[in-house]
C-alpha cells in the first residue's frame, strides 16, 4: 500500500516494524492504521494469520509507535483471537530497527544502540501505562527464545508480572532489517510445510510450516537478508519441495524490504519472488518526505 501521509522532514534514524494480532476486522485495522498517523509507511494485512503488520519511520515515530499500541490494546481482545501465527499478544512484537542518515535499513553489523534505547523507552512506558507486560529481546536473547520462555521461566522485563486480561503481552525488540517471506505450497499436509520449515533453518532463515485455509506455507523471517535474500529461500523451498512430491504455488513479500534487498535478486525473477522496488523502506520514505 502506499504510505499514510508524509512523516516530519528530519533525519530518520530507526523504524519500527510492529506486529498486531488482527487481520480481519477492517474497523480495527483502520482504526490502528490511523493512530499511526504520518509515520505508517506500509501496511499488510492477512486473515488467515489473522495478523497485520505496520512498517513506521519518522521523525515522531516513538510517538507514533505509543498511539499504535494504546489503540491497539484498547480494540484487539486476544481472547476472541483465532489465526494460524504464533502470538504473544495483541500487539505482539514492537521490533526498533536502525537506519542509516539517508533513510537505508542497516543489516548485518553495526550501531543497535539507538534501537535498544528506544525499545526500552517504549517497554518502560507499555508497561507502567498500558499495564502491559514488556519481554525485550535483541542483543540479550531472540524472538523465539522469548515466544518459548514468557510466562515459563521468563519474567517480563517491564510491566506487570501476568499476562494483560485482553491483550496478552508484548515482545519488544532491537535488532537489524530482515525480511519476512512466505512462500506458499501444492500441499495441504502441513507436516511436509514443517519438515520443509525445519530443514531450512539456520542462522539467517527463521522459518514456521503453517496451514492456511485448505493449504500450506512455509513462513521465514530472513534475518540477515544481505546474506541470504528471497531468491535463495525460495529456491531452497522449491527443491524440498519437489523432493517430497509438491511444488511452490507462489511467494509473498511481508511488507517492505531493504532496497539492496530487491535490487540483489536477478530482476527476471522479480515477479515470482515477489519483489518491487517501489515496496521497500528507501522507496516509501522518500515518497514519504522523511528520507
Given at each position: 500500500m502506499a504510505p499514510v501521509g508524509g512523516c516530519a522532514?528530519?533525519?530518520?534514524?530507526?523504524?519500527?516494524?510492529?506486529n498486531i494480532s488482527e487481520g480481519r476486522d477492517l474497523e480495527t485495522i483502520g482504526a490502528v492504521t490511523a493512530a499511526g498517523g504520518r509515520c505508517v509507511l506500509d501496511i499488510h494485512t492477512d486473515a488467515d494469520h489473522n495478523r497485520m503488520v505496520l512498517t513506521m519511520a519518522g521523525g515522531d515515530l516513538e510517538?507514533?509507535?505509543?498511539?499504535?499500541?494504546r489503540t491497539t490494546v484498547q480494540l484487539v481482545d486476544l481472547r476472541r483471537h483465532r489465526g494460524v501465527h504464533p502470538r504473544l499478544g495483541a500487539l505482539d512484537v514492537v521490533p526498533f530497527t536502525p537506519l542509516d542518515y539517508d533513510g537505508n535499513p542497516v543489516g548485518g553489523e553495526g550501531d543497535l544502540s539507538g534501537a535498544v534505547a528506544a525499545r526500552d523507552r517504549f517497554a518502560l512506558w507499555a508497561g507502567r501505562d498500558l499495564a502491559l507486560p514488556c519481554f525485550a529481546y535483541g542483543p540479550e536473547r531472540s524472538l523465539p527464545e522469548v515466544r518459548k520462555r514468557a510466562f515459563r521461566g521468563l519474567d517480563p522485563d517491564r510491566g506487570p508480572a501476568l499476562p494483560h486480561r485482553t491483550a496478552g503481552a508484548c515482545a519488544v525488540g532491537a535488532r537489524f532489517a530482515l525480511v519476512a517471506y512466505n512462500v506458499w505450497l501444492s500441499t495441504g499436509d502441513v507436516d511436509v510445510a514443517r519438515s520443509i520449515a525445519a530443514a531450512l533453518r539456520r542462522r539467517a532463515v527463521r522459518a514456521l510450516g503453517l496451514s492456511t485455509a485448505g493449504v500450506?506455507?512455509?513462513?521465514?523471517?530472513?534475518?540477515?537478508?544481505?546474506s541470504v535474500g528471497p531468491a535463495e529461500?525460495?529456491?531452497d523451498v522449491d527443491r524440498l519441495a519437489r523432493a517430497a512430491g509438491i511444488w511452490v504455488t507462489r511467494a509473498e513479500?511481508?511488507?517492505?524490504?531493504?532496497?539492496?534487498?530487491?535490487?540483489?535478486?536477478?530482476r527476471v525473477r522479480w515477479r515470482q519472488l515477489d519483489l518491487d522496488p517501489e515496496r521497500t523502506v528507501e522507496a516509501r520514505l522518500e515518497r514519504s518526505g522523511a528520507g
Open positions: 522532514a528530519e533525519p530518520v534514524g530507526l523504524a519500527c516494524v510492529v510517538e507514533a509507535v505509543r498511539e499504535v499500541a500450506t506455507q512455509v513462513s521465514c523471517n530472513l534475518v540477515d537478508p544481505m529461500v525460495y529456491d513479500l511481508v511488507g517492505l524490504a531493504p532496497a539492496r534487498v530487491v535490487e540483489e535478486a536477478p
